[in-house]
């Protein structure tokens, strides 16, 4: 799961063992995407949800956020929208025809 922080205008994360960064300013486009997750244990069942945030710069680079809830998603969406007000938001059909 992503253990991401929004500062100094970048979105910063881990991957692997190194950590990268992301201009907010660079972002064109982000919205979130749930997972409803169901698992069988042997003393009961598991019901979650895994949350996403998807984000794509001008260059049409698609980058993943995953996250242990939807809560953490929105939360991570609110603080780039609040970066970068001109960021469409949202997974529509006019965002979709103009960024994919």
Known sequence: MAKVTVEDGKIRYRKFLSVCELP???LVWAYLQ???VS????????????GRVIVRDRNGKKQIFQFES???ARELLEK?????????????????????
Request: glycine share 10%.
């Open 24 to 26: 907010v300013a660079d």
């Open 34 to 36: 749930q997972e409803d």
């Open 39 to 50: 698992a069988k244990m042997c003393c009961g069942s598991y019901h979650g949800e895994i």
């Open 70 to 72: 939807m809560q953490e």
């Open 80 to 100: 780039l929208q609040g970066e970068n007000p001109e960021l469409a938001i949202g997974y529509t059909e006019a965002n979709r025809k103009r960024f994919e």
